[in-house]
């Protein structure tokens, strides 16, 4: 076994502290890489706190892991020595069923593995996560880094990249469409990005005025404050699509009105109660309301690759792990600009 450093919670009710565990041999498929970088998503501090039931103790979260290949298995043929790599939210998953057969190892009817409080696919081994030194994963779930970019901004990429890319290319987002981001935080600077990438006209719908100057830095065409009835008048029957990466508690018949006929409202946020949506919302413009998960690894890999290509990647801060509770206070907040990411080193 390998011997692993990493930061874990030992229960839901303690902060995360250092804590040594064992991961796995390097396996005639597997790859070894060290962990250079790792972001912080929101999901890590509702999985530590038990938020959406199940969580498994200890847990080492962290599932925006990018570093460098240390070791690979006697049979790995997509990566050597020395290649920069990544590894996303899932590490494994049934491999045969018809959604993993299409690349969707995301939707897999057997059940995928998580790269963190996760069980592999014996259904008994737990999985740990990034906030760690060295990781162990099957070469089909490792994705190739390009070294043209900032690696650390690269990171967030794995989770908060893919899962905005993912239902902008699923629903063809693009040149003609009007696009609305709901919610600029760590998953909507990512969609303003790729929305603008993909030539839509890019709205930040946002509660917080003084997020307008980064809005329009971050690309998008227009800012409307949802606090303001003027503002949101100005915009209703107005978008094709409303991408709403915001978890916490909010009304959707009020954005489904800014939605024109046939427009579709994409959920990727997870709020901790369920939605209240009348079929009036719905029924009147024949609107849909959708939502989506990250991407498979063919077009996580795809979303890499397209970001090398045009120089984009997360807009970041970097923290010492140490003050990884810290950084979790300031997240609720809402007090980062836009993912913090972990360095590595100061394990």
Sequence with gaps: MIQTKGYAVQDAKTDLAPWDFERREVGPHDVQFDIQ???????????????????????VPGHEIVGKVIKVGSHVKKFKVGDLAGTGCLVDSCRTCENCQEGLEQFCINGSTATYNSLEQDHKTPTYGGYSNTIVVHEDFVLHVSDKLDLAAVAPLLCAGITTYSPLRHWKVGKGHKLAVLGLGGLGHMAVKFGVAFGAEVTVLSTSPEKEADALKLGAHKFVVTKDAEQLKSVTGYFDFILDTVSAPHDLNLYLSLLRRDGVHICVGVPPTPYEVHAFSLIGGRKSLVGSLIGGLPETQEMLDYCAEHGIVSEIEMIDIKNINDAYDRMTKGDVRYRFV???ATL
Excluded: A, N, R
Aim: with cysteine.
């Design 342 to 344: 972990i360095d590595m």
């Design 37 to 59: 970088f790792c972001g912080v998503c929101h999901s890590d501090l509702h999985q530590i706190k038990d938020d959406w039931g199940g969580s498994i103790f200890p847990m």
